[in-house]
């Protein structure tokens, strides 16, 4: 007999007990009776079989008859009297603290209810008091929107934990547009955390709809101004949330004095200048108040200065979105050796690769930073070479809150397989290759100027070399120079102007990638030569710890990839196309490195091979709000 658990309704008692005697020394039973709601459990020992029994009906049985006896009155030993009245409820002491840490310190704690036959509980109402007595001796709770603040009152006062759970539940299942403020009243009233929150999240997903309700302007300063400036609230212009606000300020005249507050949450420099002239500027409190007045003079000066946007990012210029993304940009097709000028998002829930606005040009082998949620895309190629004789000089910023494109100051040199990092509100080109040959050169953009200039060059010219910042630091590793790839890390100090060398990585490579997680510099994967003059791919990876100038090897790649796209999103490092030498071909998968669990996993594929491809982390609109969304309008872009 080999099966532990057995019922009285598919074995007779005679058979059970003819299965006990043959049971090994060793062996445990645990039976279960049925209807009888009796489960028994064996414990063989030395001094002979233990049978433990357990009643599944036992604890109901208990409460019931506490019940009938609580309606018979039969050993009440207490009297509760709420605070509103004088009605009276016979309970039993002992019940009453087995289920409220209240009743048990009243009746346990030397309080002076402890001898009283008979007591008033000012802090509940005659309702809620009911309520309680009711579900501590039944576990039942009815519950609608008339006794439910009656309830919730009671079992805060007597900490019934229950049933707050069962108010919190009924709460949030029955949230809608016309009840939403009045819950989240109740909620605040009451500090029920989980509900208050619910909410809110309720109000982000169905402001538009709830603006179309009489509901809106019985909102809480509080709640419409954490609306106003979530970066969840969602299918609303910054022009459509301007005149809700007005609305709700002049539902009544106390209100207006919140305006200064509640206008700080509008984020005017989004708007364009039509509508700031002819929707903002006419409200008469957006010209007399000084704070008011202050936000349209930083809407203008932002707009005013398109190259310092970059630079100039506040809580009121940034995208209204949460939605932070892998995002991938341009490479060079496996087949046809053509130059995409795709940029794509990786849409996780979905699992599939969306389109954003492409690029004018086509771009490979070029350098990708982001400074302010902007994206740069700088230099590389149009035409596939591998020489990198077609190297370009033009610099194009991506703006994700229009989905559009804008070109910026162009290098003073053309550059390919080179490195762009942005650092301290700037970006660093370095080194590379062009139609002249190798570069030592590195040049420094400024978006308050919006020009490119030199800074100290590196000791040699390298090109296929990776790099990261830590610390306000630009670590360069690797590469090729004079046709020998490198081991060396070089760190620069842009205040300083001046490179100084780290300890070399274990490995020689290039065309590799590298990024920071944490304290820690990764290198990863690239290739170099094998024996004299044919490449490998290098599947070891390793990090670099600034603190103790030392390399540290982790877990190797899964396969081979060179010149690739790397970002880190979620504290996971995604390693995006290029190309393998082992397999002599681009490639399409995504590899996923775990720095906690340093394990590396295949985890998906771009929609095609591509080598040369860059890759970065960028908040943008939600996945499911770019495809088929009308384009919005950038203030640049206005007549």
């Known amino acids: 007999y080999h099966h532990p658990i057995c019922t009285l309704s598919s074995i007779t008692l005679k058979t059970f007990l003819s299965l006990v005697e043959d049971d090994d020394a060793h062996m445990k039973v645990a039976l279960g009776y049925g209807d009888m709601g009796i489960s028994a459990h064996l414990q063989p020992s030395k001094t002979g079989n233990t049978r433990f029994f357990t009643s599944n009906t036992h604890s109901s049985v208990v409460l019931q008859g506490f019940d009938q006896l609580r309606i018979e009155g039969l050993l009440c030993d207490v009297t509760l009297v709420a605070g509103d009245g004088d009605e009276a409820f016979p309970v039993h002491r002992a019940m009453m603290a087995s289920s409220s840490d209240y009743f048990k310190a009243m009746f346990t704690g030397g ?86 929150k619910y909410v809110n999240n309720f109000i982000l997903k169905n402001f538009p709809s709830l603006l179309g309700t009489g509901e809106f302007v019985k909102l809480p300063f509080d ?123 990786f849409d996780e829930k979905a699992h599939e690769w969306k389109a954003l606005a492409p690029m004018d040009a086509p771009r490979y082998q070029h350098g990708i930073a982001v400074i302010g949620n902007f994206l740069y895309v700088v230099g590389g190629q149009s035409n596939y070479d591998t020489k990198g004789k077609t190297a370009v000089d033009t610099v194009f910023r991506y703006d994700p809150r229009y989905n559009k494109w804008m070109q910026v100051a162009c290098l003073n040199e053309k ?109 990863i994967g690239g290739n170099h030569f094998r024996g004299t003059s044919d490449y490998d791919d290098v599947l070891s990876c390793e990090y670099y710890s600034p603190a103790l100038d030392l390399w540290t090897p982790i877990a190797a790649m899964l396969r081979g990839q060179s010149d690739v796209g790397v970002a880190v999103f979620e504290n996971k490092i995604y390693v995006v196309g290029g190309y393998s030498w082992n397999n002599r071909c681009m490639v399409e998968i995504v590899q996923k490195y775990d720095p906690e669990k340093d394990e590396w996993h295949k985890v998906f594929d771009l929609p095609e091979s591509l080598g040369g491809i860059r890759a970065c982390t960028l908040t943008v609109f939600p996945p499911e709000d770019i495809s088929g969304s009308p384009s919005r309008e950038s203030p640049l872009s206005a007549p």
């Open 223 to 345: 709640r419409l101004a954490f609306v106003l400036s979530s970066n969840s609230l969602k299918h609303c212009t910054e022009l459509d949330l301007f005149k809700a606000a007005c609305r709700w300020l002049r539902y009544e005249d106390s209100r207006m004095d919140f305006a200064p507050k509640l206008m700080k949450n509008i984020r005017f420099p989004l708007m364009n200048p039509q509508e700031l002239i002819n929707h903002v500027q006419t409200v008469d409190f957006m010209r007399t108040d000084n704070t008011c007045v202050n936000l349209l003079l930083e809407a203008s000066n932002y707009q005013m200065m398109p190259y310092m946007q970059p630079v100039m990012q506040s809580e009121r210029t940034a995208i209204r979105s949460d939605s932070a993304h892998l995002v991938t940009l341009g490479g060079v097709l496996r087949q046809q050796l053509v130059v995409s000028k795709e940029l794509r998002l």
């Open 111 to 196: 309080m002076k209810e402890q001898d009283l036959m008979c007591i008033k509980l000012h802090g509940v109402n005659r309702i809620g008091l009911k309520k309680i007595i009711d579900f501590i001796y039944t576990a039942k709770l009815s519950l609608n929107m008339e006794n439910l603040q009656d309830t919730l009152e009671a079992a805060s006062f007597l900490q019934i934990l229950p049933v707050l759970d069962f108010c919190k539940v009924f709460l949030i299942s029955g949230v809608s547009l016309d009840n939403c403020v009045e819950v989240g009243r109740i909620a605040n009233a009451y500090n029920l955390t989980e509900v208050d």
């Open 415 to 523: 550059r390919t397989f080179f490195h762009l990092s942005a650092l301290k509100g700037h970006l660093y080109a370095v080194g590379g290759r062009n139609a002249a040959g190798e570069l030592a050169t590195v040049e420094c953009y400024n978006p308050r100027t919006n020009e490119w200039t030199y800074v100290a060059k590196m000791n040699e010219p390298h090109y296929g070399h990776a790099g990261t910042v830590y610390g306000g630091y630009m670590y360069i590793s690797g590469g090729i120079t004079h046709d020998t790839f490198q081991k060396e890390l070089m760190c620069f100090d842009p205040d300083a102007d001046k490179w100084t060398q780290k300890a070399p990585m274990t490995t020689v490579r290039g065309l590799h990638c590298m990024c920071t997680v944490g304290d820690r510099l990764y290198v």
